[in-house]
């Protein structure tokens, strides 16, 4: 049994409760607000900590008040913040590392996702990807691009998420630079 709390935790991570909780405090301290979903994905994806004793131990923060709710994600509560300062410094300095910039990994995409939106959807024997990039609430530009399977097409979303406003710039310098040679012949225009 004692193997289901451990499971998926490389050697390093934490498997002690205490620890875990100490982790959350210090994270979200660190990087607030945080939702529930950023901090298991960067302490799941890094293999820092289980699944079970994750939700265990941000369960138990919320019942101790160590930590509080909002609609952002979770803050800090000045006991919780006393705990992180005071108890951050037991933890192995890797494990606080890797989860910080886990974190941030998860924010920066997060945010990046916001503003850079792509969906894959079927078209016939092929995929769609729709990419869209939104400013003040309206779109601003949109690209639809076909691909073979959905594994590439899912590749396809993933790199425009990510990279979608130099796709951006660069398709609108294009399509902005004088170049004479591109120019239609003055008797069309």
Excluded at 26 to 39: E, F, N
Excluded at 57 to 70: G, H, K, R, S, V
Excluded at 125 to 140: A, F, K, N, Y
Aim: proline share 5%.
């Amino acid at each position: 049994m004692a193997e289901a709390f451990t499971a998926g935790v490389k050697p390093g991570g934490l498997t002690n409760d205490t620890e875990i909780r100490i982790l959350l405090c210090y994270l979200i301290q660190s990087a607030a607000p945080l939702t529930r979903d950023a901090m298991q994905g960067a302490l799941l994806e890094e293999q820092l900590v289980n699944y079970f004793e994750f939700v265990s131990a941000l369960d138990e923060l919320e019942n101790q008040q160590l930590i509080q709710p909002t609609d952002q994600g979770y803050i800090i509560t000045e006991k919780g913040a006393v705990v992180a300062r005071t108890l951050a410094d037991d933890l192995p300095r890797s494990v606080r590392e890797s989860a910080i910039r886990a974190v941030i990994r998860i924010q920066s995409w997060v945010h990046k996702a916001a503003q850079n939106k792509a969906r894959v959807e079927p078209d016939g024997d092929q995929w769609r990807v729709v990419c869209t990039i939104e400013d003040m609430g309206r779109d601003s530009f949109q690209l639809q691009l076909s691909m073979p399977d959905r594994m590439t097409a899912e590749m396809v979303k993933n790199r425009f998420i990510a990279q979608g406003s130099e796709v951006y710039s660069h398709l609108l310098n294009l399509l902005t630079q004088p170049a004479p040679k591109n120019r239609p012949p003055e008797a069309v225009l």
